[in-house]
């Protein structure tokens, strides 16, 4: 049975423009609708503060105005997705101030919560710990070090705690099974691409971890597809990002479910379900799941982009989408 991505894309479309942040339909404009990077830029720099970091419910399960290690993980993220400014744009220029600041980093590990989460609405996971500090983590630690190998330029703080951050980080994973931690082992990935991209400059055994990263990924991917719509698992498109991914080929079949899974799982106003939970803060909560909502649907949208199941081709710079006539179809 042939089921049509056109109308899929177009009622997700509908939502985010309807219902997404400025940042999400900035997005949706330089991914869909052939919009430059400037605008989308412009947007993520009202997230990020004076000191380098980003805040703000960037991560959207964290109202905390003050900079922390994960919001500032959270845009590095999305300037990977768009294939990164230079190293000197203000955005990156930032991080790196922030991360050689020490702020919010003990027992060389940046801190995956911080106390002062306790102060305004968020997620129990982002809860400080029993004393009202952060606890360290490896998740956002390994992603933040390989960032500062890539962009941190010779002979700074920020290249050597790089350094520091991602050789202890490399040896853990080495050392360790992530498998039933789908967030710490998808920054373990990240560690592996930056070093990639910076020419490898700790000496890593690329071809090892890339073993030991397919092996818990796989361990770590939900099989069974009954559990994706209502269930808080991981997913394919938690590693893959699509055909040009790195590890694609040993996930084809769960990728090629996950585009299926996209279009069945849809809802009626265009979004999909966030099958994750508040346990208080009720009415910021709303706030949050509408934000999540718009997030994810330019993210589907993008996954089947990357897969090959959408092609776009519209006027750039025209901002609306109109020529619905170009969106492939695919066997489900």
Request: proline share 5%; aromatic share 12%.
């Amino acid at each position: 049975m042939k089921l049509i991505i056109r109308n899929c894309f177009d009622s997700a479309r509908e939502f985010v423009y309807r219902n997404a942040r400025p940042l999400d339909l900035a997005r949706w404009h330089y991914h869909f609708e052939r919009g430059g990077p400037k605008h989308l830029l412009s947007v993520l720099r009202a997230y990020q503060n004076g000191d380098g970091g980003y805040a703000h419910a960037l991560e959207p399960d964290s109202w905390n105005p003050n900079s922390t290690p994960i919001q500032t993980w959270a845009a590095t993220e999305l300037l990977r997705e768009i294939g990164f400014p230079t190293g000197t744009h203000p955005s990156i220029r930032g991080i790196l101030r922030y991360l050689e600041s020490g702020r919010d980093f003990s027992n060389g590990l940046w801190h995956n919560t911080v106390g002062s989460n306790a102060d305004h609405p968020h997620a129990p996971w982002w809860a400080p710990g029993e004393d009202g500090k952060g606890r360290e983590s490896f998740n956002p630690s390994a992603a933040l070090a390989g960032f500062l190998l890539r962009f941190a330029p010779e002979n700074t703080k920020g290249l050597a705690l790089g350094r520091q951050v991602g050789k202890a980080s490399y040896e853990a994973f080495m050392a360790w099974d992530f498998s039933d931690e789908m967030h710490t082992l998808r920054c373990f990935l990240r560690l592996y691409e930056y070093a990639k991209e910076a020419g490898n400059p700790l000496g890593f055994d690329l071809d090892a971890m890339k073993a030991r990263l397919f092996a818990q990924m796989d361990a770590c991917v939900t099989r069974d597809t009954a559990l994706w719509q209502s269930g808080y698992v991981c997913l394919p498109s938690t590693f893959i990002t699509g055909r040009d991914s790195e590890f694609y080929e040993g996930f084809k079949k769960l990728a090629d479910a996950g585009c299926r899974h996209i279009i069945n799982s849809q809802l009626d106003d265009g979004s999909w379900s966030v099958n994750w939970a508040w346990a208080d803060y009720p009415e910021a909560w709303a706030v949050s799941k509408n934000l999540w909502k718009g997030s994810m649907a330019v993210d589907k949208m993008l996954f089947l982009k990357r897969m090959g199941q959408l092609t776009i081709s519209a006027p750039r710079n025209k901002g609306v989408y109109t020529n619905k006539k170009n969106l492939s179809e695919i066997d489900l």
